[in-house]
């Protein structure tokens, strides 16, 4: 083929000849050429365009694929253009949707009703919709869905599980606050009143109101003190200022302080921290508090002539401490809520020994603000184990080194390698 570059010089030197057709002919070509030298332009500046264009289309795509809500956009046929990585999480999609209808794609009646009402809507339409996983639980979604004008349809569903979930933990706590609070007081009033009418007639009644009211007093103080503990631990902004600690000693002295009261229900307390048993990173006064009220629950709910046996080992990078009593256990279904605040397995039991329901909740949020974790084991019947972990060096710090162990007559302790290094009712 003759380039047009070729062909208009001779075709112009024909037409200077006075040939019509050769002249007729140049003009054709000429235009010709200009037509295709305006659309090479045109293809050089789309080019260029889309060259521009492609670091958006990558930023967009990286963005929603990074995005935690899910998006769903239709075209004008109802066909899904875009799903991103979060949306087709959310509904457990598998392969690529694009191209298919929602329905074929995603099961949920009450996903589709939000779908159709948002085509026909002027603004935004809402709903939340709950989703079964395959694991038993559930989700909960906010979804919102926006037609657009004939061109499609748009649709963002947030997770709110979390915040839904928090929404009943606040109902609950105020809750259960009035109600520990109401109880206390209701008696302290009665008695109060009461108590005019039986100083001159009966003494004796007077003072035993006398004694309901300061118990229930204290009562109170107690929950108070709890949350006021509570609430300081949870908001962070108390550092606790961890340091390398006799676990050792703490537990034996700490076990030492419960030995009157475990011996008056005839329960015996052994202290038995393995030999050799590194110091641990820990507050000195939240230790004590951890320790404190995980042995009073043991000895508050264990039967009498029962037994309690604190232990201590290392773990890894850890030092793990269990404090396991032969009480009556608890029920597999109780022990994942056993550290929330409240929770009680027998609220009747737990008011009685004079538990706030705020102490395993007080622990859990301890032992992790010391950069430990919390568990629980229990069988009816045979008794309960909590234990809770601690590390062996600070995270981030230099490696404190530890005292080396006496030898023994059966030669040395086994060197301590600091390189390796959630029973009961919420009471």
């Not at 809507?121 to 559930?138: D, F, K, M, R, Y």
């Not at 007081?185 to 009461?194: D, K, N, R």
């Amino acid at each position: 083929m003759i380039a047009l570059s070729t062909l208009l010089p001779a075709v112009a030197g024909l037409a200077a000849g006075g040939s019509l057709a050769a002249t007729i002919e140049w003009h054709r070509l000429r235009a010709q050429a200009r037509a295709i030298a305006k659309l090479q332009a045109e293809v050089a500046e789309l080019k260029d365009a889309c060259a521009r264009l492609e670091p958006e289309r990558d930023r967009l795509r990286d963005i929603l694929a990074a995005m935690q809500e899910g998006i769903l956009a239709l075209d004008a046929g109802g066909r899904i253009v875009l799903a991103n990585r979060a949306f087709r999480e959310m509904f457990d999609i598998v392969g690529e949707p694009s191209g298919r209808l929602p329905i074929e794609a995603i099961s949920h009646p009450g996903f589709e009703e939000l779908l159709a009402r948002g085509w026909g809507a002027l603004a935004a339409v809402s709903g939340e919709i709950e989703l079964l996983l395959p694991s038993g639980t559930s989700r909960r979604l906010l979804v919102h869905a926006t037609g657009l004008a004939g061109r499609g349809l748009l649709a963002v569903c947030v997770d709110v599980s979390e915040l839904r979930r928090l929404e009943v933990v606040r109902r609950d706590f105020v809750a259960n606050v009035s109600h520990e609070l109401r109880t206390p007081l209701a008696t302290i009033l009665s008695a109060t009143e009461t108590l005019d009418q039986a100083l001159g007639s009966d003494p004796e009644m007077a003072v035993t109101l006398a004694d309901a009211i300061t118990r229930n007093a204290k009562r109170m103080e107690r929950l108070v003190e709890d949350l006021l503990d509570l609430s300081r631990i949870e908001s962070r902004q108390h550092r606790l200022p961890v340091a390398l600690i006799d676990l050792s000693g703490e537990i034996r002295r700490i076990a030492a302080q419960f030995e009157e009261m475990a011996a008056a229900k005839g329960i015996a307390i052994k202290a038995e921290p393995s030999a050799f048993l590194p110091p641990a990173m820990a507050d000195a006064g939240a230790l004590e508090q951890v320790l404190f009220n995980l042995l009073e629950n043991a000895v508050k709910y264990s039967s009498e002539g029962g037994s309690i046996a604190v232990r201590a080992h290392p773990e890894g990078r850890m030092v793990q401490v269990s404090i396991s009593d032969s009480g009556p256990g608890i029920e597999a279904r109780h022990l994942p809520r056993l550290f929330e605040r409240f929770y009680r397995v027998d609220s009747g039991r737990s008011r009685e020994v004079g538990g706030t329901g705020l102490g395993l909740a007080i622990v859990k949020h301890l032992v992790e603000a010391m950069g430990g974790t919390t568990s629980v084991e229990s069988t009816v019947g045979k008794g309960s184990t909590f234990r809770f972990t601690l590390p062996r060096e600070a995270f981030g710090g230099v490696r404190p080194a530890l005292p080396q162990a006496p030898d023994t007559a059966v030669g040395k302790p086994p060197e301590i390698d600091l390189q390796e290094s959630e029973v009961g009712e919420n009471r």
